[in-house]
């Protein structure tokens, strides 16, 4: 598989996955009931080739996410694509800690489900429908890469300890385990600096730049020319905005340059507001 021809997976994956990769970090936690509701458009050397929708929610015991997307532009013509995704957990002493996760793709007449159940970090089981073919060459998950991971949705979500300055060269160092029901992968980050974003609805501001670097771990094959692309790159980048009335940060660009162009994922749309707190009642 090239690139380029991963790209439109990538498009779709990028809404279904938490982010193309499945980005990013790292340990969080929610201090208040917050709410996001984003659009994004992901293109390749400046073409649209597609577009989707993120929605989080966060409340005091509990936490959901779901987005949704499928390929725009001129690459609509070329190849129809779509996805979605979802993850719900509980809020435990302010943690995120995922339970369901679930993720689906469309190629023209292919689709593709992915279920994952996770208990304290744990995959307690996890399912591909339909059941992909077996590859001699793809190194094999095992149990104990299947313990103290995250789920791709629930890891794109940074949160900054503490009290201090929420974007600081400290929230863009950690890494973190992913497991997306294929395969296991690792994701460290680091600063890179500070840049203004400003999206054509919602936040407009600063945001913290880091880099992004890929280690796949179980669960792929290695002579894939985009794994090997992915976990030679130095240059790929994501920018964090803070969601509103936490200290937790959200992608709101992804930059990945390749040697067909960039390709980025950018949000067009991102309104992001604290909800009132309230008390419960017996």
């Keep these: 598989m090239t690139i380029i021809s991963a790209l439109p997976i990538v498009a779709r994956r990028l809404f279904t996955a938490g982010f193309a990769l499945g980005l990013l970090l790292s340990t969080h936690h929610a201090q208040a009931q917050a709410r996001l509701d984003a659009q994004y458009e992901a293109s390749l050397a400046g073409i649209p080739v597609g577009r989707g929708t993120w929605a989080i929610e966060i409340g005091d015991d509990q936490y959901g996410a779901s987005a949704q997307g499928g390929t725009a532009g001129l690459l609509k013509s070329f190849s129809q694509g779509s996805g979605n995704g979802s993850v719900t957990g509980r809020v435990v002493?302010?943690?995120?800690?995922?339970?369901?996760?679930?993720?689906?793709?469309?190629?023209?007449?292919?689709?593709?489900?992915?279920?994952?159940?996770?208990?304290?970090?744990?995959?307690?089981?996890?399912?591909?429908?339909?059941?992909?073919?077996?590859?001699?060459?793809?190194?094999?998950?095992?149990?104990?890469?299947?313990?103290?991971?995250?789920?791709?949705?629930?890891?794109?979500?940074?949160?900054?300890?503490?009290?201090?300055?929420?974007?600081?060269?400290?929230?863009?160092?950690?890494?973190?385990?992913?497991?997306?029901?294929?395969?296991?992968?690792?994701?460290?980050?680091?600063?890179?600096?500070?840049?203004?974003?400003?999206?054509?609805?919602?936040?407009?501001?600063?945001?913290?730049?880091?880099?992004?670097?890929?280690?796949?771990?179980a669960g792929y094959i290695p002579d894939r020319p985009v794994i090997k692309y992915l976990a030679q790159a130095r240059n790929m980048e994501v920018f964090f905005v803070p969601l509103a009335g936490t200290r937790v940060l959200v992608p709101f660009r992804v930059v990945i340059p390749t040697s067909f162009g960039t390709a980025m994922l950018e949000a067009t749309s991102f309104i992001t507001q604290a909800t009132p707190h309230v008390a419960k009642t017996q």
């Design 93 to 217: 002493n302010g943690a995120l800690v995922a339970q369901s996760y679930q993720a689906s793709t469309t190629t023209g007449k292919k689709s593709e489900q992915i279920h994952i159940n996770l208990q304290n970090g744990t995959v307690k089981d996890f399912a591909i429908e339909p059941a992909p073919p077996v590859d001699p060459d793809r190194i094999p998950v095992t149990d104990a890469h299947k313990r103290g991971v995250l789920d791709p949705m629930t890891a794109s979500l940074v949160r900054v300890p503490g009290n201090g300055e929420l974007l600081s060269p400290d929230s863009c160092r950690g890494a973190a385990p992913i497991f997306d029901g294929r395969m296991r992968y690792e994701l460290k980050l680091d600063y890179k600096r500070m840049e203004n974003v400003k999206a054509d609805k919602g936040y407009r501001g600063p945001a913290l730049v880091c880099a992004i670097y890929f280690t796949p771990v």
